[in-house]
């Protein structure tokens, strides 16, 4: 009884560490696909390569449900997946749906047509892959009217944490803040659209204000595959083993990895 959690790299650690304090007893399957990150430089034929390459490898681990917990390949792989190559036995599903139901305040599965919500500006962070798909605003768009997005595409955030420079990744989260302000000077609510941004949370929400606010993925997606888990209990795979999968060297993001989640993760080449 597996499910496999699935990110071009170390970002969707973030989501991983969420799900698995929210369902102990579930073995999940980690894919960190490190040896081509990051994907938010890539097209969309690439990013869908790469994606049902590595999806098709937690399948073999034993999971018949696998979260992209990565915007990018969510926004770029996962409609054109899910319309004609996941298997009927299996599912696949993304991180933006828990994250505008939380902000447009809609119960799963509520499929009422789009109303006002509380929120009207809306700082938009995620990777210029993420932000060029538009995906975000049109997933916002079936729920939610009267909603202005600002999307700011913040190139090299992604590749500085996967570097480790936790520096630079500052630097650059701070520098995208306030590119985005001089767009959108007062926004009241920003979402970090991109699974790696929660490792620089304090960043985001120091530059952007303390009246902002942050909203990220990791719980809201814990939330959700807990409802969905208690719906659809078959779809906890064979699989029963915990895994860390890497395409990338082993060693190098097992390091990474025990560092962000202070806790020692082990990979093994995928
Ligand atoms: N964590 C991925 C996301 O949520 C990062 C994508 C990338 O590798 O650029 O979009």
């Not at 054109?80 to 305040?105: C, N, Y």
């Not at 006002?116 to 995906?135: D, M």
């Not at 701070?174 to 926004?187: G, I, T, Y």
Request: aromatic share 8%; net charge negative.
């Amino acid at each position: 009884m597996a499910v496999g959690i699935f990110d071009s790299g170390l970002g969707g650690l973030t989501v991983l560490d969420a799900v698995t304090r929210r369902l102990p007893d579930v073995p999940f399957v980690y894919f960190g696909d490190n040896g081509h990150a990051p994907y938010g430089v890539r097209d969309a034929e690439d990013v869908y390569q790469l994606t049902t390459s590595a999806v098709s490898r937690m399948f073999d681990a034993g999971c018949d449900l696998v979260i992209l917990a990565c915007n990018t390949a969510s926004a770029a792989a996962l409609r054109r997946m899910q319309e004609s190559w996941i298997p009927a036995d299996k599912r696949v599903l993304g991180v933006f749906v828990p994250l505008i139901e939380a902000l447009t305040e809609r119960k799963w599965g509520d499929n009422s047509p789009p109303r006002e919500v509380a929120v009207k500006h809306v700082a938009l962070f995620a990777t210029p892959a993420t932000v060029a798909s538009r995906a975000f605003q049109r997933e916002l768009a079936f729920r939610a009217i009267g909603v202005d997005v600002e999307a700011q595409a913040c190139g090299g955030v992604v590749d500085a944490i996967e570097d480790g420079d936790m520096i630079l990744a500052e630097a650059l989260v701070r520098s995208h803040v306030d590119a985005l302000k001089r767009k959108m000077p007062s926004p009241e609510a920003a979402i970090l659209g991109c699974t790696h941004y929660p490792l620089m949370h304090d960043t985001f929400q120091d530059a952007l204000g303390a009246d902002v606010q942050v909203y990220s993925q990791a719980n809201l997606v814990a939330e959700s595959l807990a409802d969905y888990l208690a719906r659809h209990p078959k779809m906890i795979g064979p699989g029963t083993e915990s895994m860390f999968l890497t395409t990338g060297d082993p060693r190098r993001v097992s390091d990474r990895a025990t560092q962000f989640l202070r806790r020692k993760i082990e990979f093994a080449a995928a």
